[in-house]
């Protein structure tokens, strides 16, 4: 309690207002991580019931659901939330008259991943640090003598595929690999986001950036993406096609946890699911390997930041403030990010370590170096959901690799800088 008042009085002096405990305040938190949702709603519950005068309140939206709609909806509603999420320069571009400066908060000097405007000034809350390859179940991998240390290439992948796809029956399989692609069914960012970004930044540094710059220039590496179409297309050939094209992200964990596949196309972020579904095999992950370049590195960023409306009143944007220094600044919230919700903090001075096997394999794949950036993020609003999306569906019906690369060439012509 002690904690909590020390961060309350330090940036509501900061931002200099009356402390924020002193009269009856209310802020709602909107997300898009509907995996968190619930310890969220603990969260927030107990921060209320420990802070006089302010309550807070959290509301999700996910699973696929067009989040930037949603908000545009509240927006003209007149009910724009207090704390709300960006994901990227297309989420700032959008909002950038509806996001305060959290320069006076005390997280920032906490964190490397917080979100700055091109000026410079920090506005974005980093949610976490989030990160994807190719999951798999190591169990299945082990009663087919694969060893997952070995498959860093695109050949040794796909012989894999094609050893544990033969014995499919044996190890109770109903699939290799457990992808969704269905924009109906929610899971149009596995492929069209995560999995893609594997084309704008595999097999380069962290920091390089030339691959996805092309591209929003409206060049492709041609090359380049005709090896990811064809290594996507093989992702699609050894899935579950009913959870591919119908699935949505209930199907698609649910398959992986009950050890109906080898591997899945998913983040960190279900860790929480395989604990609620008793998921007790080992797993981790290996690579996107499109290419015969061996390859280890893990595509790893802070996923989305939460950012403070501008455009609220002086005592919610106080309130906020001090709700999210209380996030990453005391043991309760630690405790909230990575025993409950599973997630690797962003916070330089969170010690805890996360329980999940795929969380673990992230701060391992950190430690050993050589991972990767995110760009998907950096696109226009809606690029991702209405304009790859259906281009990346489409592959999983018709099987056209060739038809892809055109579609996807064409759809960054048609927003080249």
């Known amino acids: 309690m002690k904690k909590l008042l020390s961060i309350l009085i330090v940036t509501l002096m900061l931002v200099g207002v009356v ?33 006089e005068g302010v309550t807070v309140t959290a509301e999700t939206l996910g699973g696929g659901a067009d989040y930037g709609g949603a908000i545009k909806a509240k927006l003209a509603a007149d009910q724009m939330p ?32 917080a979100y700055y405007s091109p000026e410079g000034v920090p506005v974005g809350f980093p949610i976490a640090m989030e990160g994807f390859g190719l999951g798999y179940n190591a169990d299945v991998l082990a009663a087919a003598d694969i060893d997952p240390a070995t498959l860093t290439t695109l050949s040794a992948v796909k012989a ?95 398959a992986f946890a009950a050890g109906k596949t080898a591997f899945i196309t998913q983040g960190n972020w279900i860790d929480p699911n395989m604990a609620q579904l008793g998921a007790e ?12 370049e061996p390859t280890q590195g893990l595509f790893m960023a802070a996923p989305s930041w939460f950012v403070v409306n501008s455009q609220a009143t002086e005592e919610q944007q106080a309130a906020a403030f001090a709700f999210l220094d209380f996030m990453a600044m005391t043991d309760e919230g630690a ?3 990575v025993t409950e919700a599973g997630m690797v903090p962003a916070f330089k001075s969170v010690s805890l370590l996360p329980s999940g ?27 991702n959901q209405y304009t790859l999306a259906p281009i990346f569906e489409l592959l999983a019906v018709d099987g056209d690799v060739d038809a892809f690369i055109a579609d996807v060439t064409a759809a960054f012509v048609s927003i080249a800088e």
């Open 19 to 51: 402390s924020a405990a002193s009269a009856d305040v209310a802020i709602d938190v909107f997300q898009l991580k509907v995996e968190i949702d619930p310890m969220l709603q603990d969260f927030v519950q107990l921060y209320s019931s420990m802070t």
């Open 82 to 113: 207090v704390i709300y999420m960006i994901e990227g320069a297309g989420g700032y571009d959008l909002w950038k008259d509806y996001i305060a400066d959290m320069s006076s908060c005390a997280w920032v000097a906490d964190t490397d991943l």
């Open 281 to 292: 095999f080992k797993m981790g992950y290996i690579s996107h390997c499109y290419l015969e």
């Open 160 to 254: 894999a595929f094609e050893k544990l796809d033969g014995m499919k029956a044996e190890l109770g399989l109903d699939s290799v690999v457990s992808c969704g692609t269905s924009t109906s069914g929610g899971l149009w960012w596995v492929t069209s986001q995560h999995v893609f970004n594997a084309y704008y930044a595999g097999y380069l540094d962290y920091n390089d950036s030339s691959v996805y710059t092309d591209a929003r220039a409206g060049v492709m590496d041609e090359e380049r993406l005709t090896a990811f179409a064809n290594y996507l297309d093989m992702l699609y050939q050894y899935s579950d096609p009913e959870i591919l094209v119908n699935g949505n992200y209930d199907a698609q964990v649910a």
């Open 357 to 383: 096997q795929f969380s673990k394999a992230l701060v391992e794949a950190s430690a050993r170096g050589g991972n990767y950036n995110w760009y998907f993020g950096q696109n226009p609003d809606g690029f």
């Open 335 to 337: 405790n909230y990010m």
